[in-house]
């Protein structure tokens, strides 16, 4: 029984951790990136705010892990149960980290590009969103093994 | 909604040419189409232009100085021919400013060295050395001094602070000798003496200040009526270098846009001035500018629009159809109705103190609208949980609550649920405005394969509706539904490409568009559940303070107790409040730049309509 609620809570541990490292990381290349541009071109602040806000979406997607596993989080829960927890958590972590990671650097070169007068707002937020795809299937995942489990 | 536009070619005897231009300007309604060219091949212009910049920037200089309240003097004479030796003069105040800025801050700084030395004489010092003693002053750390310091040579402690100790030794002659300290140069002055320095730069730093506030309320003005003035020189030479000269430099042609509800009275001026033009409707290919005119609430969310970019002239203004889902997002991502009610109050206070940005006030008006009823219907406020409050237990089963609706929800949160289901909503919407501008651009032939998507996708949804309540469709029904998903496979199949000959050879571009429609579509939908996530965490976060600061609060006696709770309360909420602001602005531009225009189909490019004016 300890073991199950242990085992689920490290998968919880990995998903939000890492998915929220992952956004820590994205978020501080940006504003490493926005720090810069904000030199050459300080009144295009709100698409630098814009483009650096992107790779938030993974820890958040932590956190809604979270709240959909919560309720298995008991004393009662079977072994299955906590095996699916951290297989998911595992996942969503891991991939939620990279992705955001990723993301942060699309965004920064986006956020530099802006500042040295290019257009490319909109672009950069369509290439930024491919990468979030991914920790987006890993969320729908975890969404169908806690409707299963 | 974008304003019609006609397109007109000018063409004018040449000279007759700079009347026309006047006249032109005067009317003030025609955008002048650039030539790719034209700009930046002028030396003139590359001058005026960056002149134009440094006055710009010049003047939010020069109005920092402008002391509150303050009436500036009236522009005379002719500032722009002054306007180098302005800037000039200013500049040279500033570099003055910036000088004595530096000065001080490095003499304060030294005052601050000297002042563990105290008060003395360097011509006594410069009397001791001449006399043949070598005095030199050292800082060590306490721990590493040596009282025997004071007898091999001399030391005598002046001060200890900081844990360090501040001496000096006193040597006949030159004797080489090495301590573990740190040895220091002495300033020539004392600090008392420093300071006085100090305080006579501050106060020439003062005068200056003044007598630039003096200058920028003289000037101030002049360097505006000059920017402003050079600003339509510089549209004039924009618009002569896009004139082309034909017919052995006897003619000017000139083309431009104009408003279409404003076309006749420019008419009645051209026919007036018998000047030669064609009026014709814009072609695709021209690059006709784009006004964007919309109602009162759409038009409060043109800057969104224009962050991304303009449509272009073939398009559909996207700005009324995201405008309604944008404040909803807005509200599901705050989500707390005390946060709504302060967007609310202060979109209020600055209708009331900011006239200049009514829109902006207004824009939060609504946003803070949106907040509240989204924040009351979940029954969040101020991070208080309304179905826990007593006095509201008589309506607690109305709140979209987990308690309250999760069963209905088959186990899901019902805010999740519905998150996902407004982006489905936002989806196909998005998908239905595709299918009116693909008709409107090239017709509904080229629109009939989206419209398959669109209603093989809702014809799923009605299909699967039954599925959630356990029960089945006549089979009527169900048949029908079946053969509308039939037409629509076929459609998506074999007419992606409505010009081949054989429409069999589209199954290769339909299987691929069908590929693309499911990955991005699980995308899409699943995107649209940070709206519940970023409502969920911002009300968690606020209830967390709150029991934060009754904890807190409450552990001590209640006339010192409300202390640590408003404060943890105050800056818990304000730090929780303004991250939320940020994100629930940040993510439904996400989802209205990415989601939506990604399946409307948004092209942009478009050029904002700049007439030719005063």
């Not at chain 2, 784009?290 to 073939?314: A, G, V």
Request: one cysteine or more.
């Amino acid at each position: 029984m300890t073991f199950n609620l242990v085992l689920a809570y490290v998968g919880v541990a990995l998903m939000v951790g890492l998915s929220g490292i992952g956004s820590v990381y994205g978020l501080t290349i940006c504003g490493n990136s926005v720090v810069g541009a904000l030199k050459k071109r300080p009144e295009a602040m709100g698409t630098y705010i814009l483009l650096s806000a992107l790779p938030s979406t993974q820890g958040i997607y932590g956190f809604v892990g979270y709240f959909l596993l919560q309720g298995f989080l008991t004393p009662e829960m079977t072994p299955l149960q906590a095996a699916a927890v951290f297989g998911a958590g595992v996942a969503l972590g891991f991939v939620g980290f990279f992705s955001a990671l990723r993301q942060g650097q699309v965004c920064a070169n986006g956020v530099a590009a802006t500042g040295s007068g290019h257009n490319v707002t909109a672009g950069t937020m369509i290439m930024a969103a491919f990468p979030e795809f991914y920790a987006i299937l890993s969320l729908l995942v975890l969404i169908l093994i806690s409707g299963t489990i | 909604m974008i304003t019609k536009m006609k397109k007109y070619t000018f063409l004018v005897f040449h000279r007759e040419y700079e009347q026309f231009l006047l006249r032109l300007r005067e009317a003030g309604v025609v955008h002048i189409t650039e030539k790719a060219e034209g700009s930046v091949e002028n030396l003139l212009l590359n001058e005026q232009i960056a002149l134009l910049q440094r006055l710009r920037k010049a003047q939010a200089a020069v109005a920092a100085y402008v002391p509150k309240g303050a009436s500036l003097l009236t522009a005379e004479g002719n500032p722009l021919a002054e306007a180098k030796a302005l800037l000039t003069e200013f500049d040279a105040m500033t570099a003055d400013i910036m000088q004595l800025e530096q000065k001080l801050a490095a003499v304060n700084k030294e005052v601050q060295r000297m002042r563990v030395w105290g008060v003395f004489s360097s011509e006594k010092l410069e009397a001791l050395r001449r006399a043949g003693y070598n005095l030199q002053f050292f800082i060590c750390n306490a721990s590493n001094y040596d009282p025997a310091w004071e007898t091999l040579y001399h030391a005598f402690v002046v001060t200890e602070q900081g844990g360090n100790v501040y001496f000096v030794t006193v040597n006949r002659n030159n004797e080489a000798f090495s301590l573990l300290a740190e040895e220091v140069k002495l300033n020539a002055c004392d600090y008392t003496r420093l300071q006085t320095d100090a305080e006579g730069i501050q106060h020439l730093l003062v005068a200056k200040q003044a007598k630039t506030a003096a200058w920028a309320i003289a000037n101030l003005n002049r360097l505006t009526v000059a920017a402003d003035e050079l600003q339509r020189r510089i549209d004039w030479t924009r618009v002569t270098l896009n004139t082309d000269t034909v017919a052995d430099q006897s003619l000017k042609l000139l083309e431009g846009f104009c408003p279409e509800e404003m076309s006749a009275a420019l008419n009645r001026q051209l026919d007036a001035d018998k000047i030669y033009y064609i009026e014709e409707t814009p072609a695709e290919e021209d690059a006709t500018p784009i006004q964007l005119k919309n109602n009162f609430f759409s038009r409060l969310f043109e800057p969104i629009t224009r962050l991304y970019s303009l449509p272009n002239y073939t398009e559909i203004d996207p700005t009324a159809f995201f405008a309604p889902f944008f404040m909803l997002f807005f509200g599901l991502c705050l989500g707390d109705g005390g946060y709504g009610l302060l967007v609310l109050l202060a979109g209020l206070a600055v209708l009331w103190k900011k006239p200049a940005w009514k829109d902006w006030g207004w824009l939060a008006v609504f946003m803070g609208i949106s907040t509240m009823i989204v924040g009351i219907l979940t029954g969040m406020f101020f991070g208080i949980e309304l179905e826990k409050v007593a006095f509201l237990k008589p309506v607690r089963q109305y709140f979209i609550t987990d308690s309250n609706f999760k069963e209905a929800c088959h186990g899901y949160s019902p805010m999740m649920v519905f998150a996902i289901c407004i982006g489905i909503f936002q989806i196909l919407f998005a998908m239905g405005f595709k299918v009116v501008k693909i008709t409107l651009q090239k017709g509904f032939k080229y629109a009939l394969y989206d419209l398959a998507w669109l209603v093989f996708l809702i014809d799923s949804i009605v299909m699967m509706l039954p599925m959630l309540s356990g029960n089945t469709f006549a089979a009527g029904v169900q048949y029908a539904l079946y053969g509308v998903a039939g037409v629509c496979v076929l459609l998506i199949l074999f007419y992606s490409n409505p010009d081949r000959k054989f429409l069999v050879l589209n199954i290769g571009s339909g299987l691929w568009g069908t590929y693309n429609m499911a990955s991005g579509l699980l995308g899409d939908v699943l995107s649209y559940i940070r709206l519940f996530a970023l409502g969920l965490a911002g009300g968690i976060l606020g209830n967390v303070f709150n029991q934060l600061a009754m904890q807190v609060g409450g552990g001590l006696p209640v006339w010192i107790g409300w202390l640590p709770m408003v404060l943890i309360m105050v800056f818990g909420h304000g730090l929780n409040f303004a991250l939320a602001l940020i994100s629930s602005v940040v993510h439904p531009l996400r989802l209205t730049f990415v989601e939506f225009y990604k399946n409307a189909s948004f092209e942009g490019g478009g050029k904002e309509y700049r007439p030719f004016r005063k």
